[in-house]
């Protein structure tokens, strides 16, 4: 068996038992009362604790567990392992400043699933409770007795062994078998369900601090940006923005006229966020707090007699109960045209603090005891809050407009599900270059769990970074599933325009890659809704039985078409190892320079240059029109680069929709199988393409869509024309070559084939 249960004997639990009547009959101190500093936990129902030993018996590398700023591959946390930790893993959201790096301490996210591979299987265990928990990891190697025909010889069989505990709660407990990495995946997704299609615009650049100044501020740095050429999609406001730290409202004299400011940035296809915390300022005259206390809807203090109160950014403030349906409903509708004001349908919600965070409380948290709807201690459900927030904030965004559109709701604290509703970020890091390269590991973690749409604040939100390291992170942040820019509001401004050259030009480059790669990005969305995938991935994902990358954690795939191997060194010069995986063609996604794998490389390296490489055999679509942003790219024509693979074939995807509904559901989307083999280029319909009248009629819209350009890399003889061939017409059209380092480039100029329609391209 690949994964075995209570081989160690350490399956425990506490009973459920009445407080005894005397002190003296408290048998061990803790039991029925805690004190932690000046708090005291009551523990109403005293000792709840249960947990119990998971070994993956023929592993030696586990991964997942996020949220922690630890390796990729799990290191040990006690025992005789090399730079074990001294304590475990541990899973509780807390508000965490200035986090340390290569630590097991909790963070603002907790997801209990982990992941085991091998060059043969890959498993993984969800343990579904979200109550405090510790997971301790050794490594071991055990004597195993031989076959018959062996003598009774031994040999030594690699395991890693977990212990989980959890405070309180359900032992709600999933093994996944597997056996393949994607097997894993679709038995997770029936479990949490996939990250959901977001919209278009989110996957864009987003412009944050805090905080923008004002109304004058927010216009500038739009115009900023557009003055420079530089896309971007979003920009935000952090808490500043509001009347007091009342959410839902504006400083009127910092933001005169919101509506405007909102529709002058949609001329031009962008879009604002704003924050919303999960903390309610104790104010009798703000209408939010008003409700909200003559409903009941608060979280309750240990009494369940009055509601909970703490410190955060307004000062006194209380928190709504998200285990309360109608609290939740309530709070959805905050979110709404009608009742947010001066909001429009381009204002996003970004949820911080929602841990939840509590300024004067135990750990910046909640107490354990508080009580939530239907009799719940905070302490079962605490994991959970964060991302009930963030359901009821998308909730509310989704059902705001008729007919039901995509939200956008970033959250800081989350756990397994909360992909379902947004993106997430790492956190409150540092402009250092350890954060720069920490950030990758913590981001191929979370995807590893499951929490697909996640990024990590580039520059850096604590601290001054130089020009460097800011170029160095833009061009790492440009991978990140959510790219966003931001910084704390003691930080120098470092908006990409006020650097000096080359910076700024490097950066305006990296972003521009970002959106000349938008339609990859988005069909791996779509990949990732329909499969579970994670979006980007450890090298072993992708190559599973090379037990070499099986702890690699400075290269990545995003999806199973391009390998990133990022500088993150402060020397501006300097030599990095490139590792070429599998029987493959590489190629330099810029200068198409091929490399076959398995190989090693050394490149030199300044600031101008970037390695990413694309694999052999894959198909890649761009869109090659600088915009100002996403949505003015709508309707622009693809590119399509097809590398082919060392046996002369290569495919891919595109698919396409409007970005913003959920009309995809009913058909309302183009979805094409792109595939070249034999020197011929094919474009055929996904098995998933239904003709529905939704289908044909976003068809319509899209009618005018082509590919404006071909571009095919590795072809090993030398062509001279294309036939193309669609809707029963055929054509010829020349072919032109520009030379790469070592490989020919055949381009076909404007083959204005259509993106909904069945067409051919063979090259004679």
Known sequence: PTIRLNTKGFFRFEYLRQKPASEEANTVSGEWEEKFKTWTDSKPNGPESFGMDISFSGFEHVYGIPEHSSPLSLKGTRGGDKNAYDQP?????LDVFEYELDNPMALYGSIPFMVAHNANSTVGVFWMNAAETWIDVTHEKSNTLGSLFSRGSTKKVPAVNTHWVSESGVMDVFLLPGPNTADVYRQYAELVEPTPLPRAFSLGYHQCRWNYIDQEDVL????K???????????WLDIEHTDGKRYFTWDTAKFPDPVAMQNELARSGHKLVNVVDPHIKHDSAYQIWKEASESGYFVKNREGTEDFQGWCWPGDSNWVDYLNPDACKWISKQFHIDHYNQSTENLFIWNDMNEPSVFNGPEITMDKDARHHGGWEHRDVHNIFGMLYHKATADGLRTRESPNKRPFVLSRAYFAGSQRYGAIWTGDNTAEWSHLQASIPMVLSNNIAGMHFIGADVGGFFGNPDQKLLTRWYQLGIWYPFFRAHAHIDTKRREPWLLSEPYLSYIR????????????????????????????????IEFPSETKLFAEQDTFMVGSAIMVVPATDS??????????????????????????????????????????????????????RYRSSSDLMKRDPFTIYVYVGRNGTASGRLYV????????????????????????LTSRPSILTKDTS???DYLKKMANVRVERLVVVGLRNRLTKAIVAENGVTREIELSYKGAANDAECVVRDPAVHIGEDWEINFV
């Open 694 to 696: 939704a289908y044909q």
């Open 657 to 680: 929709d409007d970005g913003d509904t959920y009309d995809y559901e009913q058909g309302a989307f183009i979805e094409r199988e792109l595939s070249f083999s034999g020197a011929k």
């Open 571 to 624: 020397n501006t010069d300097q030599a990095i190892d490139v590792a070429f995986p599998s029987q493959e063609n590489w190629y330099d996604i810029k200068t198409h320079t091929s490399y076959i794998g398995p190989s090693k490389r050394q490149f030199s390296v300044d600031l101008s240059t970037t390695l990413v490489f694309a694999r052999g055999g894959s198909v890649i679509v761009t869109r090659e």
């Open 89 to 93: 893993y541990r899973l509780y959201n």
């Open 220 to 223: 500038s740095v739009s115009s």
């Open 225 to 235: 940006l557009e003055e420079h050429s530089i896309p971007y999609d979003v920009i």
């Open 509 to 540: 480059d990296a972003i521009r890659e970002r959106y000349r790669l938008l339609p990859f990005w988005y069909t791996l969305f779509r990949e990732a809704s329909l499969t579970g995938m994670p979006l980007v991935r450890p090298m072993w």
